[in-house]
């Protein structure tokens, strides 16, 4: 699964973006993960997530 480190994340959405089914921003703007992130069809669009963040705050979760 992945994780994002909430200190580093500003919210902008580029992960939304990449990978919708994944990612959502709450009316707090806070970072959701869903569950669908468990979905071997997610892991493409998760690892351009993790690439494309501009704050690298993605990362896989061992
Ligand atoms: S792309 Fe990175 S900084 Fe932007 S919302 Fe997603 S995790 Fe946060």
Redesign the pocket.
């Given at each position: 699964m992945v994780e994002?480190d909430f200190d580093l994340?500003?919210?902008?959405?580029?992960?939304?973006g990449l990978a919708p089914d994944v990612?959502d921003l709450n009316d707090d703007d806070e970072?959701i993960i869903s569950d669908a992130d468990r979905l071997p069809e997610n892991a493409g669009v998760i690892d351009e997530?993790i690439a494309g963040?501009?704050?690298a705050?993605?990362r896989w979760k061992a």
């Open positions: 994002v994340c500003e919210a902008n959405g580029v992960c939304v990612f970072l997530a963040c501009p704050r705050a993605l």
